[in-house]
């Protein structure tokens, strides 16, 4: 019964490939997130989608780009990966409202070679 | 731009002692949320506290928010080894955009 669950939880690979990562959320919630937490434990949101429609787009390199194909699913596919990718990539999700509180997936480690 | 800024960076105490973090923040917010970050983990809702309340409790947690000083306080009560994890304030400012702005983070060490 996990509420938020992402995949793969590791993930190794060499400079200039391209990945995905899998996002789903079973609460019915309509708001999802991807958020990336550097190696001091800094987390800055990314992007933030609203029954599929993108609502938040931070500054990110154009080679990262979220895919929501229903409400329950938000992946995200970077291309060309470049050392500077390596970090925790974190997907969440919330109901919005005025309480807006998040809940987290445990999160994908991605190590750039 | 960040957002919260957590006080202290770091904070190691013993069992059974309180702990208490800060977190100042710049903007004017609709609300202040702590979550926990054990090693490895996703970070965990602990407690929310809306712009017009000054003090929430719950459980051994209890927040404060000062928002003439934009602070808040995080104090968890008669600590355990358990408690050990990273605390992270997060803002969620005025705004259509459901987004929240997380602080840089302090790291709890409660030694047994």
């Known amino acids: 019964d996990t509420a938020v669950s992402q995949t793969p939880k590791y993930l190794v690979t060499q400079m200039g490939n391209d990945k995905s990562i899998k996002c789903e959320q079973n609460?019915?919630?309509?708001?999802m997130y991807w958020y990336k937490q550097d190696s001091k434990k800094f987390l800055k949101i990314m992007f933030s989608?609203?029954?599929?429609?993108?609502?938040i787009n931070e500054t990110v390199p154009n080679r990262f780009s979220p895919k929501s194909p229903d409400k329950a699913h938000l992946n995200l596919h970077i291309n060309s990966l470049e050392l500077g990718d390596s970090a925790v990539y974190f997907c969440?999700?919330?109901?919005?409202?005025?309480?807006?509180?998040?809940?987290f997936g445990p999160g994908t480690r991605l190590t750039v070679l | 731009s960040q957002q919260g800024e957590e006080d202290p960076q770091a904070l190691s105490i013993q069992e059974g002692e309180n702990a208490t973090m800060n977190c100042s923040y710049k903007t004017s917010i609709n609300n202040l949320q702590w979550y926990r970050q054990n090693s490895g983990r996703g970070l965990v809702h602990l407690i929310l506290?809306?712009?017009?309340?000054r003090e929430k409790h719950s459980g051994r947690l209890r927040v404060t928010l000062d928002t003439s000083k934009k602070s808040s306080s995080l104090l968890i009560t008669a600590s355990r080894a358990a408690d050990t994890a990273s605390y992270f304030c997060?803002?969620?400012?005025?705004?259509?955009?459901?987004?929240?702005?997380f602080g840089s983070g302090t790291q709890l060490t409660v030694l047994p």
């Open positions: 989608y609203n029954n599929k429609e993108l609502i």
């Open positions: 969440a999700s919330s109901q919005g409202g005025s309480r807006n509180e998040q809940f």
């Open positions: 997060a803002t969620d400012t005025s705004g259509s955009a459901r987004q929240l702005t």
């Open positions: 609460l019915g919630h309509d708001t």
């Open positions: 506290i809306r712009s017009n309340e």
